[in-house]
T-cell receptor, first 115, second 113 residues
Framework: GENVEQHPSTLSVQEGDSAVIKCTYSDSASNYFPWYKQELGKRPQLIID?????GEKKDQRIAVTLNKTAKHFSLHITETQPEDSAVYFCAARGYSGGSNYKLTFGKGTLLTVNP | DSGVTQTPKHLITATGQRVTLRCSPR?????VYWYQQSLDQGLQFLIH???????AKGNILERFSAQQFPDLHSELNLSSLELGDSALYFCASSTFDRGEGQYFGPGTRLTVT
C-alpha cells in the first residue's frame, strides 16, 4: 500500500520567514495530494490540494509543488505569521481496490512561528 | 466550521464495552470517511461510505464496524474496547466518492479506562 513520509517533524521559524515542509510517497499511481492544517485541539482543515496533472498551485501565501518523477511534493508558506503555528499533514490518495480510493497521511509537522 | 458534525464530543468508557460514534456530513455530501488519530499512529483511515455503500476499508479492526444510513449520517461502532482504542475519531465528508475535498468534523475523543 501507499506510504507517505513527511519531513521535518518539527519546524521553528521567525515571523515573516518562509517555511517548507516536504513529503514523499511510494505509490506511483497516487494522483491527488491534499495538505491539512490542524491547530491544537481542533479538526484537520484542508488548506490546499494538488492533482498529479499540475506541477504547482498557489493560494495567497501558501503554495504546493509536485514532482511526480521523484514522487515528492512540498508545502511552501511565505511571510509566516504566528497564526500559521499548527501541525501540518500531507496526504496522498491511492487506490484501495477497483475504483475505490483512500488517503494515506504523513506523520505531521509541528510548525511554530515565533513573533 | 466545516459543516460536518460529530457526537458525542467526549466519551469515557471501560474496557470490554461498546460505543457508537455518530457523524452527519455536510449538506449535499454523499461520502463519509472515518479516521482514527493517535499520537503514535497519526491519522489512520478506517473506512469510507458513499451514498450508503461501503467503498474502501483501511486499517479497521474486526471489532469495529460502520454504516451509513439513508439520510447519509454515519455511525462507527466500536466493541470489546481495549485501552489502545483510546484516540480521537474523526469523520470527514466529501461531495463525491474519489476521496478529494474531504472536510473533517470536530472529532470524538474516546477514552477507554
Amino acid at each position: 500500500g501507499e506510504n507517505v513520509e513527511q519531513h521535518p517533524s518539527t519546524l521553528s521559524v521567525q515571523e515573516g520567514d518562509s517555511a517548507v515542509i516536504k513529503c514523499t510517497y511510494s505509490d506511483s499511481a497516487s494522483n491527488y495530494f491534499p495538505w491539512y492544517k490542524q491547530e491544537l485541539g481542533k479538526r484537520p482543515q484542508l488548506i490546499i490540494d494538488i492533482r498529479s496533472n499540475v506541477g504547482e498551485k498557489k493560494d495567497q501565501r501558501i503554495a504546493v509543488t509536485l514532482n511526480k518523477t521523484a514522487k515528492h511534493f512540498s508545502l511552501h508558506i511565505t511571510e509566516t505569521q504566528p497564526e500559521d503555528s499548527a501541525v501540518y499533514f500531507c496526504a496522498a490518495r491511492g487506490y484501495s481496490g477497483g475504483s475505490n480510493y483512500k488517503l494515506t497521511f504523513g506523520k505531521g509537522t509541528l510548525l511554530t512561528v515565533n513573533p | 466550521d466545516s459543516g460536518v458534525t460529530q457526537t458525542p464530543k467526549h466519551l469515557i468508557t471501560a474496557t470490554g464495552q461498546r460505543v457508537t460514534l455518530r457523524c452527519s456530513p455536510r449538506s449535499g455530501d454523499l461520502s463519509v470517511y472515518w479516521y482514527q488519530q493517535s499520537l503514535d499512529q497519526g491519522l489512520q483511515f478506517l473506512i469510507h461510505y458513499y451514498n450508503g455503500e461501503e467503498r474502501a476499508k483501511g486499517n479497521i479492526l474486526e471489532r469495529f464496524s460502520a454504516q451509513q444510513f439513508p439520510d447519509l449520517h454515519s455511525e462507527l461502532n466500536l466493541s470489546s474496547l481495549e485501552l489502545g482504542d483510546s484516540a480521537l475519531y474523526f469523520c470527514a465528508s466529501s461531495t463525491f466518492d474519489r476521496g478529494e475535498g474531504q472536510y473533517f468534523g470536530p472529532g470524538t475523543r474516546l477514552t477507554v479506562t
